[in-house]
């Protein structure tokens, strides 16, 4: 018979949660400058996708201090697509390394000047170093 040990930190020692995520931005949300992403989950199924709102978008940044939605001046380094109605996982098996601290938000486009809010509530879940 196998013995079995198993640690959050031999992958990650942090989850973030973020049930409500909108153009408010959740910054430095791991209280940490530098780390690395593994797991992104993006609940979306309290919405139903509609021809002016099929999905929502995860904006991410590496950075500690963002604007985000409602006049975004940041950048995010990462955009990711979640259809309305499901749950979409991203998975990084080596992890995506951040080095100025780890903010998001959430937005009904993809467009860099995206500043609508999704309708639904959005959950973010992060698993991180």
């Known amino acids: 018979m196998a013995n079995l040990t198993s640690s959050l930190t031999d992958l990650a020692s942090k989850l ?3 049930v409500k995520a909108d153009t408010n931005e959740a910054e430095n949300v791991t209280a940490a400058s530098a780390g690395k992403v593994y797991v ?4 979306a199924t309290a919405g139903i996708p509609t021809t002016l709102e099929p999905a929502c978008y995860v904006k991410i940044a590496n950075a500690s ?4 939605g409602g006049g975004s ?3 995010p380094t990462i955009t990711l697509y979640a ?4 749950v979409t996982t991203y998975v990084i ?3 995506w390394e951040f080095d100025a601290g780890l903010s998001f938000w959430c937005v009904t486009t993809a467009a860099l000047s995206g500043d609508d809010s ?7 879940s992060i698993v991180s170093s």
């Open 83 to 86: 259809p309305l109605g499901v």
């Open 65 to 68: 201090n963002i604007t985000g």
């Open 16 to 18: 973030v949660v973020d």
């Open 93 to 95: 098996s080596n992890g």
């Open 73 to 75: 001046s940041t950048i």
């Open 118 to 124: 999704p309708t639904a509530d959005i959950k973010v």
């Open 40 to 43: 992104i989950e993006i609940d």
